[in-house]
């Protein structure tokens, strides 16, 4: 079965890390981009940027750079999105989604929710 | 950033009728080999996004031929033919030429 499965919710102490994982299956991982995007509660959703799995180059907003590192492990064919310096403003579920090509975005991940609260 | 504008924000239909949504870009996203890098999603309650439409005209896998998408440069259309009761959600657009990638508000789809 064809499909990206994200790692659980998180809760988070503002000024802290978390790191999301985007497991896939069913294709071959570094054939495909994956991107991560962002959707606060009750909003619209945001473009957080992409990995290329094959090589790990990356593309950032640059309303995140500095603050995200996307990564990837080949051997598991997992990409993961590792955001710092959290807060409540990152409050949000977020999403790995496969670029099937040309920024087609067809297989989304189940989201996962990051809450950051003191 | 590429301002995405859609409109109408929200959108009662009844079923069996036709729908229509409107998606303006700030920059025009045909780029040089001819494609508009526009895509549709609908977003039903409680889930992630589906993709609907790409490359600002093709349907994705799966998706009903009641959907349609048009328009080129800066300025799109999502069509439905005949709204059914399982459309209902949001539906956004998005421009994937000019990073960042931005979407527009969402326009949200109900049944009257």
């Known amino acids: 079965q064809v499909q990206v499965v994200q790692s659980g919710a998180e809760e988070k102490m503002p000024g802290a890390s978390v790191k999301v994982s985007c497991k896939a299956s069913?294709?071959?991982?570094?054939?495909?981009?994956i991107y991560w995007l962002r959707q606060a509660p009750g909003q619209g959703l945001e473009w957080m940027g992409w990995?290329?799995?094959?090589?790990?180059?990356?593309l950032y907003a640059q309303k995140f750079q500095g603050r995200v590192a996307m990564t990837r492990d080949t051997s598991i064919s997992t990409a993961y999105m590792e955001l710092s310096r959290l807060t409540s403003d990152d409050t949000a579920l977020y999403f790995c989604?496969?670029?099937?090509?040309?920024?087609?975005?067809?297989?989304w991940g189940q989201g996962t929710m990051v809450t950051v609260s003191s | 950033d590429t301002v995405v504008t859609q409109s109408p924000l929200s959108l009662p239909v009844t079923p069996g009728e036709p729908a229509s949504i409107s998606c303006r870009s700030s920059?025009?996203?045909?780029?040089?080999?001819?494609?508009?890098?526009l895509n549709w999603f609908l977003q039903k309650p409680g889930q992630s996004p589906q993709l609907l439409i790409y490359?600002?005209?093709t349907r994705a896998s799966g998706v009903p031929d009641r959907f349609s998408g048009s328009g080129s440069g800066t300025d799109f259309t999502l069509k439905i033919s005949r709204v059914e009761a399982e459309d209902v959600g949001v539906y956004y657009c998005?421009?994937?030429?000019?990073?960042?990638?931005?979407f527009g508000q969402g326009t949200k789809l109900e049944i009257k």
């Open positions: 989604v496969r670029d099937l090509s040309g920024r087609t975005l067809d297989l």
């Open positions: 069913g294709y071959t991982f570094t054939d495909y981009y």
């Open positions: 990995i290329n799995p094959n090589n790990g180059g990356t």
């Open positions: 920059q025009s996203v045909l780029y040089s080999n001819g494609y508009n890098y």
């Open positions: 490359l600002s005209s």
């Open positions: 998005m421009q994937a030429l000019h990073p960042p990638y931005t």
